[in-house]
């Protein structure tokens, strides 16, 4: 299987015995695509279509953007970026009063390539106004269910292992992760130092978000979703720049990410709308961009101004290739990407 796998991956992606390989993994691309907009549909939901150019990509520290110009009649150039995420675009409709919102959007990240990631892909992202957070925790469940089922399959895989999706998602808070997979207390005073006595590699000039970050990727997410999926919620605060603070405990955020065969499958918040916080957490996570990378993207000042006239809301963004793949089969995201970027 390997052998044929490798030698379909030499020829071009249109070349037709590497295509008659991808086409059941693309036609299972297209009912689970069909299920999902009848699924919001059922629900209320309308469907958007927002533009993919924006004044900024988003404004995480660890995201990088596609940058192109836009040139008016008048031969001026300003720059423009493909967005990273349709959220700023949907949650200024939530401003205007839209109420549950989705899109199966088009996005584009930099810097990505590899089995889980592309240039190009397609992420679903949706919103429901005067929401808890748990309401998106119980859509990613439906989500997983009518995967499987526009696909008939019985069981996510991705590397031989397995997750049901027709099982309820177990919920670990962040702090209940560290201490189960890395012995470690999230909230401890010298986190740095507790994570290099379990032999996780620090350096000198490591932050606290790089620790965090190590922890995470090395000792906690290689553990989730086996069985049956994870819902990892309660990310500490600085780890969560658009999520408001979680009432019961200001230390964490109504942040969760959904797991499945080991593989993250969705990033949700409850959602921040206070504009002068947000501000300071994109100015903070631009400044650390500075620091890393040496760039910094600008802000766009519209969604700020948004902020103020939105409801309370929560929402969801689910990549949804990694979707198709977990309920497919496939094992690799451009096994399921009708025309993939060229390498």
Not at 213 to 239: A, H, Q, T
Request: aromatic share 10%; glycine share 6%.
């Amino acid at each position: 299987m390997k052998d044929l796998e490798t030698s379909s991956q030499s020829s071009p992606w249109w070349g037709r015995e590497r295509h008659a390989d991808r086409r059941p993994f693309l036609l299972a691309r297209q009912r689970i695509a069909g299920a999902v907009r009848r699924w919001f549909e059922d629900q209320g939901f309308i469907e958007t279509a927002v533009s993919a150019l924006a004044v900024s990509p988003g404004n995480e520290a660890h995201l990088h953007a596609f940058r192109t110009e836009a040139i008016g009649p008048d031969g001026a150039g300003r720059p423009l970026y493909l967005h990273t995420s349709p959220e700023f675009a949907l949650k200024k409709l939530l401003a205007a009063g839209e109420t549950k919102l989705f899109e199966l959007a088009r996005v584009w990240r930099n810097r990505e390539r590899g089995a889980l990631h592309h240039p190009e892909f397609t992420m679903l992202e949706w919103y429901r106004a005067e929401a808890p957070y748990e309401a998106i925790m119980a859509d990613c469940a439906s989500l997983l269910r009518l995967a499987a089922e526009a696909t008939g399959a019985r069981l996510l895989t991705f590397r031989g292992r397995d997750a049901d999706p027709f099982a309820e998602p177990e919920r670990v808070t962040v702090a209940d992760a560290f201490d189960r997979y890395a012995g470690l207390d999230l909230f401890s005073p010298d986190l740095a130092g507790d994570a290099a006595g379990q032999g996780i590699r620090i350096a000198s000039d490591d932050t606290w978000a790089d620790v965090f970050s190590r922890v995470l990727v090395e000792k906690v997410e290689p553990n989730l979703g086996f069985g049956r999926p994870v819902i990892l919620c309660e990310y500490p605060v600085s780890e969560a720049a658009l999520a408001r603070p979680k009432p019961a405990d200001l230390r964490v955020a109504e942040r969760f990410e959904l797991y499945a065969c080991g593989v993250e499958l969705a990033n949700c918040f409850g959602e921040l709308t206070d504009a002068a916080e947000q501000r300071r957490r994109f100015q903070a996570e631009m400044d650390e961009k500075a620091r890393v990378y040496g760039e910094r993207y600008p802000l766009d000042e519209d969604f700020l101004a948004a902020l103020a006239h939105m409801p309370p809301a929560s929402g969801g963004a689910l990549g949804f290739d990694r979707l198709v793949m977990l309920a497919a089969g496939a094992a690799r995201i451009d096994q399921v990407i009708w025309a993939p970027v060229p390498d």
